[in-house]
């Protein structure tokens, strides 16, 4: 198992940049696979951006592609995102999720019921 605390959330002003962090401890963070979630009130949870446990492959929302880069540091049991050029449709409640992962078989990552785990979640308010 695996348990997940985020941190560096808050209000920042549209063209600005936050970096988000998530620490993880339990066992074995190496052999997760990880991903940030995000959600607005009133609407569903949306995919952000995933990372393999390997570090090697990184993939991104749309709407955040060029702005947002996911890393990993799995000597500390970190995974981070940092979010450049903000808008004020990026605010939200940003999640920290994994799923153990070792062999890379996640299949929809995109889908946040693949996720087994979960952080408490960070706020994001971008402001116009």
């Known amino acids: 198992q695996v348990q997940l605390v985020e941190s560096g959330g808050g209000l920042v002003q549209a063209g600005g940049s936050l970096r988000l962090s998530c620490a993880a401890s339990g066992s074995f963070f190496s052999g997760y696979f990880m991903a940030w979630f995000r959600q607005a009130p009133g609407k569903e949870r949306e995919f952000v951006a995933a990372?393999?446990?390997?570090?090697?492959?990184?993939n991104y929302a749309d709407s955040v592609k060029g702005r947002f880069t996911i890393s990993r540091d799995n000597g500390k049991n970190t995974v981070s995102l940092q979010m450049n050029s903000l808008k004020p449709e990026d605010s939200a409640v940003y999640y920290c999720?994994?799923?153990?992962?070792?062999?890379?078989?996640?299949?929809?990552?995109?889908?946040?019921?693949?996720?087994?785990?979960w952080g408490q979640g960070a706020p994001v308010t971008v402001s116009s």
């Open positions: 990372l393999t446990w390997s570090g090697s492959t990184s």
């Open positions: 999720a994994a799923i153990w992962d070792p062999n890379n078989n996640v299949d929809n990552y995109t889908n946040p019921v693949s996720y087994h785990y």
